[in-house]
């Protein structure tokens, strides 16, 4: 993943800052933005690293234990359910999905759940594939337009505070919590 974008610029780009809280929904095995979160966090801040797959989180864990990282606090779950993240209410100062909503049934739901956990002005990063062909990534029918999320975003309280190029083959959208 880290050839498909420039993780850094991304991760600046939302302000993630020491003390923060953030969630990396659907973070995969090898938490892409997981550990530099937890790096701009620090010790003071804490990464949830959320994802439906264990062996995934086991990895997550492994890795959280070599590299010394107590902020990354692992959680299995179903983005889909209502409190299934089991984070208190508007308490994350960020959450991050990355390619993860085109892989979602129930795309509003995952969406309704993580602004269920930011805090007011909390933000949503969303990155997902560009609808165009592309060699790889979801089939076309699986992407989610940049416009539709936009459109959408409000009727969810959130306001669209940036939109970008994350790369190549994805675009990228900041929301804010309203």
């Known amino acids: ?27 995969g095995q090898f ?6 979160s937890a790096n701009l966090v620090g010790k003071q801040g804490k990464i949830f ?3 439906i797959i264990k062996s995934h989180l086991e990895e997550i864990d492994r890795k959280k234990r070599t590299d010394n990282l107590p902020q990354i606090t692992t959680i299995w779950t179903n983005l889909e359910l209502w409190q ?3 984070i208190q209410a508007g308490t994350l ?3 991050l999905l990355i390619n993860t909503l085109n892989q979602a049934a129930k795309r509003s739901d995952v969406l309704k759940e993580l602004i269920r956990t930011l ?3 909390g933000k949503l990063l969303i990155i997902e594939w560009k609808e165009h062909d592309l060699l790889f990534g979801p089939k076309p029918e699986k992407r989610i337009s940049r416009e539709n999320l936009k459109n959408l975003a409000p009727k969810l309280g ?13 675009y990228g959208l900041i929301f804010k919590k309203i």
């Open 119 to 121: 805090k007011r002005d």
């Open 49 to 51: 690293a959320a994802d």
């Open 1 to 27: 993943m880290n050839n498909l974008f420039d993780i850094n610029l991304i991760l600046h780009k939302i302000g993630i800052t020491e003390g923060w809280q953030v969630l990396e929904a659907g973070c």
């Open 84 to 86: 299934g993240t089991k």
């Open 93 to 95: 100062d960020a959450a």
């Open 31 to 36: 938490g892409h933005f997981v550990f530099p």
């Open 158 to 170: 959130l306001k669209l505070i940036e939109e970008f190029e994350a790369g190549p083959m994805h």
